[in-house]
């Protein structure tokens, strides 16, 4: 499950991406794979501007390996994964395969990735959203990562008399609540908040479930990773549950709002849930000192964002595992860092590019949405179930918002997770 839209960046510029000059590299002294060659699968068919970087890296690692050259596939996001599952079933892996964050413990689990064998300097580098470990294993790294955030409309903050939080100093869930009421108050708006509810997939989880940990529950036990008992309908998850619904009740939030956050950009609300691929666009329509990049709600228990994107691993079945590994280190060299960040707006994973990027930069326009995640950020729980988890709590978010009881909606979801867990034997090896 991703989401479609988070890389959908309105002002990225793709020039840096699509440049077609090499860079020097040093050499994968290997031997050549079978074929000839190393496979590279992608998901962003389609998204000319992330695959041009990708090119780029390839071209200049052929140069220095002409013995293992590697052939790139790019797929529709949308017809990605269950490209790769059925050739995992075929026996007919890549050698090297992108993957969204969260699924990357299922694919592990499913036999479908070998251990990532990159350096100790380049893992150390890597911000802790951006790599995917399952049984204390690296399995994937990944080149950027974004954030939640709220955007808010600076003058309607002005008149209702609202104070903007800050990433050091965030709203309380008490403060939030106050902001909302003010903003309600206002007479040029149709409604306080775009929750963008009208998001699917993996939206609801990735966006809500940090709500969620911030009143004090969560998803699973995240130390045992065998149940969603307690946690997921526990006294704190239900208490989430409940808030949410009311801002729909009381009126601050439809159910229904248009999609891609044309409720803000259009001005029919001054305070908009989304993230930093939406700022951009924002910026470019109510101007940059109009639009406020705020930090999550801390309802307790710490603010919390949602942490990990798309990340680079090695198929299990890899004849050239060096090769495809020499290949991924390349690929997260700052150089190719900063081309994916100046051309799709994300953050790069290692701090010593965030300099040289043309939004994160000190004093850049997404420089707070850097700054949200890297002191927030909290990665979905690291199990093979988190598909059945993703889903289940899609579903039960949902029927809350539509009216159905918090209690009985979390406690059925809590026992669909943990039906699933025992069923699969604890998502145990062997």
């Not at 007479?187 to 911030?214: R, T």
């Not at 969560?218 to 009311?246: K, P, Q």
């Not at 710490?302 to 290949?327: D, E, R």
Request: aromatic content about 12%; some cysteine.
């Amino acid at each position: 499950m991703t989401v479609p839209t988070r890389r959908a960046f309105l002002a990225a510029s793709a020039a840096a991406a699509a440049a077609a000059t090499t860079t020097a590299c040093s050499s994968y002294r290997g031997g050549a794979s079978p074929g000839g060659g190393i496979s590279l699968w992608t998901h962003n068919g389609g998204n000319e501007e992330e695959l041009a970087v990708v090119r780029k890296a390839v071209t200049a690692f052929n140069e220095a390996n002409p013995d293992t050259p590697v052939e790139v596939k790019s797929f529709p996001q949308a017809s990605y994964n269950d490209s790769v599952a059925a050739a995992a079933v075929a026996g007919d892996l890549p050698d090297v395969l992108d993957l969204d964050g969260p699924i990357m413990p299922s694919w592990a689990w499913a036999g479908y990735l070998a251990p990532l064998e990159v350096s100790s300097e380049l893992e150390d580098s890597i911000i802790s959203s951006a790599k995917g470990y399952w049984n204390d294993t690296l399995y994937s790294i990944g080149p950027y990562d974004t954030s939640l955030c709220f955007l808010g409309r600076r003058s309607a903050f002005e008149e209702a008399g609202v104070a903007v939080p800050t990433t050091e100093r965030p709203w309380t869930g008490e403060e939030f609540d106050d902001a909302l009421a003010r903003l309600s108050r206002l007479s040029d708006y149709d409604y306080v908040i775009d929750f963008s509810v009208a998001d699917s997939a993996e939206w609801w989880p990735y966006a809500y479930a940090p709500m969620l940990q911030s009143f004090g529950g969560d998803l699973i036990d995240r130390e045992t990773l065998d149940t969603a008992e307690g946690l997921l309908n526990g006294a704190e998850a239900v208490a989430w549950g409940e808030w949410f619904r009311s801002c729909f009740t009381r009126g601050y939030a439809s159910q229904t709002p248009a999609t891609d956050g044309q409720d803000f950009l259009q001005g029919r609300v001054p305070l908009y849930y989304a993230g930093g691929w939406k700022v951009l666009q924002s910026q470019e329509t109510f101007g940059r000192e109009e639009v406020l990049i705020l930090p999550p709600v801390d309802f307790g228990h710490g603010a919390k964002v949602g942490g990990g994107s798309w990340q680079w691993g090695v198929s299990a079945t890899s004849p050239s595992p060096a090769a495809a590994n020499a290949f991924i280190e390349l690929l997260m060299q700052d150089e190719y860092l900063v081309e994916y960040s100046n051309a799709i707006g994300n953050f790069p994973s290692v701090e010593s590019a965030i300099g040289q990027t043309d939004y994160y930069r000190e004093g850049g326009a997404l420089e707070p949405v850097y700054e949200i995640g890297r002191t927030y950020a909290l990665l979905r729980p690291p199990t093979p179930g988190y598909r059945v988890i993703s889903s289940v709590f899609d579903k039960a978010a949902r029927d809350i918002v539509s009216g159905a009881d918090v209690r009985s909606t979390l406690d059925q979801a809590a026992q669909d997770i943990d039906v699933d867990i025992r069923s699969n034997k604890g998502y145990q090896v062997g």
